[in-house]
């Protein structure tokens, strides 16, 4: 399983921790590239790195390095000592791109762009939305119009129909 994501051409750093308090065989650090072969030019030994133990006190042995890898894919590096004391292999996974520089570009956006974006899309939704009110208004004004007119019309036939009749009550032969 590969260990993070690295760029090409930028140096991991290696850390081999003895396994006993300090070694005196220097760990050398077989590096295998994208090939699964071994590259002889990015091997190399580890230096010496006496630190205390965090919970004795006592110096442990500690060693690092590094190696630059050159091409993609997945690196192999075994780490062991002279003394077949220990032996660890970690898989890098190298891209073209840096993780931290992704985070780093994408953290860089600019946020007042978005902002404004937001606002145009806010002031296009209102705008959608004051037209559909108006359209829905305008279709309310047009069922009232039509009411009106079909109210208008009937009552027309009822004034109508009472002037006729008055005008029945009215007339000469109806009066006694």
């Not at 260990?3 to 590096?31: E, F, M, R, W």
């Not at 994208?34 to 442990?60: C, E, H, I, W």
């Not at 073209?96 to 806010?122: E, F, M, P, R």
Request: hydrophobic share 45%; charged share 10%; proline share 2%.
């Amino acid at each position: 399983m590969a260990s993070g994501t690295h760029k090409t051409d930028v140096k991991i750093d290696l850390v081999y921790q003895a396994a006993a308090c300090l070694s005196n065989a220097i760990p050398a650090a077989i590096v295998h590239n994208s090939a699964a072969a071994v590259d002889t030019a990015r091997s190399t030994s580890l230096s010496s790195q006496l630190v205390l133990g965090a919970l004795t006190g006592v110096a442990v042995g500690r060693y690092v390095g590094n190696f630059t890898p050159n091409t993609t894919g997945d690196w192999t590096v075994t780490i062991k000592d002279n003394n077949s004391a220990g032996e660890v292999s970690k898989m890098y996974e190298v891209c073209g791109y840096d993780i931290a520089t992704v985070g780093n570009a994408v953290s860089a956006i600019d946020t007042a762009n978005i902002a404004s974006q937001l606002l145009l899309t806010q002031s296009a939704v209102n705008v959608a939305t004051a037209s559909d009110g108006l359209l829905q208004q305008s279709s309310i004004i047009s069922s009232v119009k039509s009411a009106q007119l079909v109210m208008q019309s009937t009552l027309g036939s009822y004034i109508s129909n009472v002037e006729s009749a008055v005008d029945l009550i009215s007339s000469p032969a109806m009066v006694s």
